[in-house]
């Protein structure tokens, strides 16, 4: 979908010319004679940009600029300017004015200024969109996702919540298993019993039977007080067994019997107890698969596995990620009390590129360090002249050298125009002729938030 523009200008010819320039880049320009017409166009859901004269009669270009800027500050606007309006449009700039463009000027200087500009309303739009996402995917967390693969887990999780049967769920560490158990639990009728989690993977043998059957005084060494085990505690309500894979042989047959006849004998006694309980277990390995099986128990299997759910991982569901981000920064700047940052083209770059091993865990993680401040320093930009005489002569060297170095010292210092001109040790004028010059935007090295 191409880039509405707004193209604004009283000169007839310049006008249509100026139109036709973008429309061939691939914009979508809408011209218009007269600065009041744009405000019908323009509001905060207005997804472009919008390029305006400031000479004109009735409303100049800054006056349209002051009336955008109160609609939504983060529309970027764009001035063209004759030469004695310069010093007025170094002015708009330090006001927000995206950037100002100098007539006469090259078409290519344009579309670059408005590919730029339109790149960064995307970037706004798309936070803005992700936030409002992630706000209204609270009662998902952290099933979070547009994805088709979310949507059937979602839709199957509710099908099944409200029912007795026992559910085997699969994913891999920090996919979100036991919010999956924790949702089962919540959305049924059990929600009023309680929702008690076990580990297997995280007791030793000799312990887990106790945990799990309960036993009584002096049913072993230690055993001083009667303990109600894990299984009876959850009757009533649903018992979560993390890291299947790992429960003891010998315990596996107990279970094995506990699922069968839903009743349990604690240690120490021959009593048996009835028990109303619904098993939610999940395994890090393929328990359908007899390599990853290993020695679980193939019958214990198969009696857990009445409905089996995959979490798929990040790595499967990219389209989610940046949500995903979003929810987890919205949520840890509550925490630390600070603002969310935004989703920056280096951000997005690593959500796109990164593996997540970690899945959801490590992505929650992920945001916080975003929202202190703890990332790591995107690398920076260079540029690179070709070898021998393709190099250009020294001054069209020494140019590119000097519109790195402005690029760096931006970035650095995150777009801040003082600590930018304190570390150049160059004059305000020097610095903002220089920017025009190398056709750098001074706004694209600062990062805003979202009201």
Same mark, same amino acid.
């Given at each position: 979908?191409?880039?509405?523009?707004?193209?604004?200008?009283?000169?007839?010819?310049?006008?249509?010319?100026?139109?036709?320039?973008?429309?061939?880049?691939?914009?979508?320009?809408?011209?218009?004679?007269?600065?009041?017409?744009?405000?019908? $166009?323009?509001? +905060?859901?207005?997804?472009? !940009?919008?390029?305006?004269?400031?000479?004109?009669p009735g409303m100049d270009g800054l006056q349209l600029f002051e009336r955008i800027r109160a609609i939504d500050a983060e529309i970027p606007v764009v001035l063209v300017t004759g030469h004695g309006d310069i010093p007025t449009a170094v002015k708009a700039i330090q006001d927000g004015v995206y950037d100002f463009i100098a007539k006469p000027f090259p078409a290519e200087r344009l579309i670059q200024c408005v590919h730029r500009a339109a790149e960064k309303r995307n970037l706004v739009m798309e936070n803005r969109r992700l936030k409002h996402a992630a706000r209204q995917a609270e009662d998902d967390f952290p099933l979070i996702g547009q994805t088709m693969a979310m949507d059937r887990l979602r839709q199957t999780l509710r099908q099944i919540a409200d029912t007795d049967v026992d559910v085997l769920v699969t994913g891999e560490t920090g996919s979100g298993?036991?919010?999956?158990?924790?949702?089962?639990?919540?959305? $049924?009728?059990? +929600?009023?019993?309680?929702? !008690?989690?076990?580990?297997?993977?995280?007791?030793?043998?000799?312990?887990?039977?106790?945990?799990?059957?309960?036993?009584?005084?002096?049913?072993?060494?230690?055993a001083q007080k009667k303990r109600v085990g894990r299984i009876e505690h959850s009757s009533g309500g649903t018992l979560f067994l993390d890291e299947l894979e790992s429960m003891p042989l010998s315990t596996q047959i107990q279970m094995l019997r506990v699922l069968e006849m839903r009743e349990v004998t604690p240690l120490g006694t021959n009593e048996v107890r009835p028990v109303d309980i619904r098993i939610v277990a999940a395994a890090k390995v393929d328990l359908a698969d007899p390599e990853q099986r290993k020695t679980f128990r193939e019958d214990l299997y198969y009696r857990l596995n009445v409905v089996s759910l995959t979490i798929p991982p990040l790595r499967e569901r990219r389209e989610d990620i940046p949500l995903l981000f979003s929810y987890f920064a919205e949520r840890a700047a509550r925490r630390f009390q600070r603002e969310a940052p935004p989703l920056s083209a280096a951000i997005l770059k690593h959500l796109a590129e990164h593996d997540w091993p970690g899945n959801v865990r490590e992505l929650s993680h992920f945001a916080e360090r975003a929202v202190l401040g703890m990332m790591p320093p995107a690398a920076p930009q260079t540029t690179t002249a070709p070898a021998g005489g393709d190099g250009g002569t020294l001054p069209e060297r020494l140019e590119r050298v000097e519109a790195q170095i402005i690029r760096d010292t931006l970035s650095a210092q995150g777009g801040d125009v003082q600590e930018t001109i304190a570390a150049l040790g160059i004059p305000r004028k020097t610095f903002y002729d220089k920017l025009q010059r190398h056709g750098i935007v001074r706004r694209d090295f600062t990062q805003k938030t979202d009201g």
């Open positions: 979908m191409s880039t509405p523009v707004l193209l604004i200008d009283d000169d007839g010819q310049l006008l249509h010319a100026t139109a036709q320039t973008l429309e061939l880049a691939g914009f979508d320009v809408t011209p218009l004679g007269r600065a009041t017409d744009a405000l019908g $166009s323009v509001d +905060s859901g207005f997804a472009g !940009v919008v390029v305006s004269d400031i000479r004109m298993k036991e919010v999956v158990a924790r949702l089962l639990h919540g959305w $049924s009728r059990r +929600s009023k019993g309680n929702f !008690v989690a076990l580990n297997c993977g995280a007791l030793p043998e000799q312990v887990i039977e106790s945990e799990l059957f309960g036993h009584e005084p002096g049913a072993f060494t230690g």
